[in-house]
């Protein structure tokens, strides 16, 4: 992404996002009664109070990476930013660790069955692994480079709200079930949003700079 105004944009996305996803589990359904009504037929039986504290803690740490991957992504470049941006990096790593790890977790209780929990399972490796190599690129002094990879990285943040967001449509306008509107909007949503990641990469960067070009001072 170039200029202010884009960086502005996802953080004010990502604020509202996490507003939202709180409000909704704080206030509006607290047990997780709609969502919990369509696991159905599962092959492991759920224990719905370590579920739920699994869940809060899953929830916390992707809003957490959802902001803090904002916050370094808006304002001045990383050689201004210094400690600060590193700081809140490291605390947007251990958040996606965090994501992974209850996610991990939760995806043999995942709606839809065991396609749907690979699909969990794969997005997770997927991820862990596109954000250790954005912290190997910016140890190795890649900056640009580890910019791109970032981007591929925090695109994931916004997968919970791209899989809703498919999922409804799929409901209204072809009138599937949920399951099956769920787990294609599972699958159409990694790919949508590595394709968009890619996008930005490309369009915001091109080439890969040379590596006396991204040393940082």
Known sequence: ????APHRIVLVLSAVLVAWTLLNRLVIDPQAVAFLGHKTGLAHPLRLPVWLRVLDIHIAFAC??????????????PRERGRRHRAVGYVYLVSVLM??????Y???????GRTVSMAFNLLNLIWITVTLTALIQIRRKQVDRHRRWMIRSYAFCFTNAAI????????????LPYETAYAVSVYAAILLLAAI??????RSYGKPQGKGAAMLP
């Open 1 to 4: 992404m170039t200029g202010k």
């Open 64 to 77: 957490l990476a959802l902001l803090t991957g904002a916050l370094n992504f808006a304002g001045r470049s």
């Open 99 to 104: 994501v992974v790890v209850t996610s991990g």
């Open 106 to 112: 939760m995806a043999p209780y995942a709606t839809g």
């Open 164 to 175: 809703h967001l498919m999922e409804t449509v799929l409901k209204r306008l072809l009138s």
């Open 197 to 202: 990641a890619e996008f930005v990469v490309r």
